[in-house]
């Protein structure tokens, strides 16, 4: 699981948490069917679960079944059971997954990536609880409630022809929606310190604890792989530091490659002429991401403002924490990108050096925030 659940609710501060679990609490004494949407690792399987664990039908079984890692030719027979005999290799009988949650719940993850033809099928379970297994001819009743998830957008897959329409409206009676992580801030907090104690006791691991400025990196992280990603960070800068007091470069060092993985860029909806460049800011201001934060860090423990020891020029640069306390990451950028020009005298391979990046990048950024050489010297 990938939150922790406590007396049926999951764990987390933030508002949109508390609207679920207030969610959960509504649906789950019903019979209703659920859609559960989210990116993948926000913890789908674990509404499923909490659901259930509400339900009348928490004495029954709760069969999980993932869509999208069943192979088109067998998922049929995988969710409906078969006949001896009905197909090679089928040389007995076996009972399919809706027949074992009988009474119980079955829990579809990944259903945006179950065939047409089986979700034809699907549909008339929820309506009149009854299938055919594979080779046979009798009509097989079950009461079992649906719960359903996806991280795709069936409304689109509908209208691309993917996924019925008619099951999407079935489903759809109770539609839980599971934000990411990078918008439920409060909730870092809560499941960091709950992966860090859980890897802690599976280990036999002692935590020293982690500085201020380590825990506000992992905080303004984006987390495109959302708990699941936090889950694995913690176990892995835990084992790697054991008893150690985790440092930022400590967390830079486990989530530093992460920054650089395509997946985590925004989707462009369309392809336009400009792509590439847009393309190239997106992982510029990504890449700079991890020295803004060192920067206000730097800046808010410095009350006098950097003199000319640091800057040879007739006046002094400034930068002040109450400056950039309220900017957003794009000011922050330009401004820091003016004080390395300033202070390298802009040479632009030691100012992408110390970016950690090229100085095509770099020119790009000068070239976006009108910096001009001869009003930075």
């Given amino acids: 699981m990938l ?9 987390g501060n933030s508002i949109q948490i508390k609207e679920i679990n207030e969610i959960i609490k509504q649906v789950a004494p019903t019979d209703i069917s659920v859609l ?23 004495d029954k079984p709760l069969i999980t079944v993932n869509c999208g890692a069943i192979p088109e030719g067998i998922i049929e027979s995988e969710l409906f059971g078969h006949h001896k005999g009905s197909f090679t290799g089928a040389i007995e009988s076996r009972a399919g997954y809706f027949e074992m949650a009988d009474k119980g719940t079955i829990f579809l993850d990944e259903i945006g990536d179950m065939p047409l033809a089986t979700q034809v099928k699907i549909l008339r379970v ?10 046979g001819a009798k009509k ?7 719960i359903a998830a996806t991280n795709k957008n069936l409304a689109k897959e509908v209208a691309h022809k993917n996924f019925r329409e008619d099951l999407y409206f079935r489903l759809k009676s109770v539609n839980i929606n599971i934000p990411p992580l990078r918008e439920r801030k409060p909730d870092i907090d809560v499941l960091f310190d709950y992966f860090i104690k859980s ?10 604890g982690i500085e201020d400025d380590g825990m506000d990196y992992i905080r303004n992280y984006v987390w495109y792989g959302n708990a699941r990603e936090l889950r694995n960070f913690c176990d892995s800068i835990v084992i790697l530091n ?43 201001l990504i890449e700079l991401k991890s020295d803004i934060l060192d920067v206000k860090e730097l800046i808010k423990s410095k009350s006098h403002e950097i ?13 002040k924490y109450d400056e950039i306390k309220d900017l957003n990451a794009e000011e922050i950028e330009s401004k820091l990108l003016t004080y390395l020009l300033k202070i390298y005298k802009w040479d632009i391979n030691k100012v992408s050096e110390n970016l950690g990046q090229t100085p095509r990048n770099v020119y790009r ?13």
């Avoid at 950024?365 to 010297?377: E, F, Q, T």
């Fill in 242 to 284: 054991p008893g150690k007091r985790i440092t930022l470069e400590d967390v830079k060092k486990n989530l530093y490659t992460e920054i650089y993985d395509n997946r985590q860029l925004p989707a462009i909806p369309t392809i336009t002429r400009d792509f590439s460049e847009k393309d190239i800011i997106v992982r510029a």
């Fill in 307 to 319: 003199t000319k020891t640091n800057v040879d020029s007739g006046d002094d640069f400034v930068i």
């Fill in 126 to 135: 929820l309506e009149s609880g009854e299938f055919m297994k594979v080779g």
């Fill in 199 to 208: 890897v802690c006791e599976r280990n036999s691991i002692t935590f020293a």
């Fill in 36 to 58: 559960v949407t989210g990116e993948s690792g926000t913890g789908k399987e674990l509404v499923a679960n909490a659901i259930h664990q509400n339900s009348k039908r928490s």
């Fill in 365 to 377: 950024k000068i070239k976006k925030y009108n910096l001009d050489k001869y009003n930075i010297v």
């Fill in 140 to 146: 097989v009743f079950v009461d079992v409630r649906v």
């Fill in 3 to 11: 939150y922790l659940l406590i007396y049926m609710k999951i764990l």
